[in-house]
Nanobody, 115 residues
Framework: QVQLVESGGGLVQPGGSLRLSCAAS????????MNWFRQAPGKEREWVAT???????NYRNSVKGRFTISRDNAKNTVALQMNSLKPEDTAVYYC?????????WGKGTLVTVSS
């Protein structure tokens, strides 16, 4: 079965960096678009970044230039490098893929940006 497991969250000061990772299994990872979403307290889940099977990337405007999504098809992992973090980046970050008509989600990893 499809499994997505996020890791790498934690507490970081404003201006700091974190690297999130998502380990995928149960499907042909290299063939699918992978996404990162986030959900801040009291807010709806929002899209953050996408990487296609070919390695093309796209980002929400508020993270452009600060976040980088990447994938390692040999290890079935997708990463999100987050630099220059701001308090408004505080959220639970989720790994996502869509296979046929179904969305799959990990359980998320909490990122807290605070001094």
């Amino acid at each position: 079965q499809v499994q997505l497991v996020e890791s790498g969250g934690g507490l970081v000061q404003p201006g700091g960096s974190l690297r999130l990772s998502c380990a995928a299994s149960g499907f042909t990872f290299s063939s699918y678009v992978m996404n990162w979403f986030r959900q801040a307290p009291g807010k709806e889940r929002e899209w953050v970044a996408t990487i296609t099977s070919g390695g093309s990337t796209n980002y929400r405007n508020s993270v452009k230039g600060r976040f980088t999504i990447s994938r390692d098809n040999a290890k079935n992992t997708v990463a999100l490098q987050m630099n220059s973090l701001k308090p408004e980046d505080t959220a639970v970050y989720y790994c996502n893929t869509r296979i046929l008509v179904r969305n799959y989600w990990g359980k998320g990893t909490l990122v807290t940006v605070s001094s």
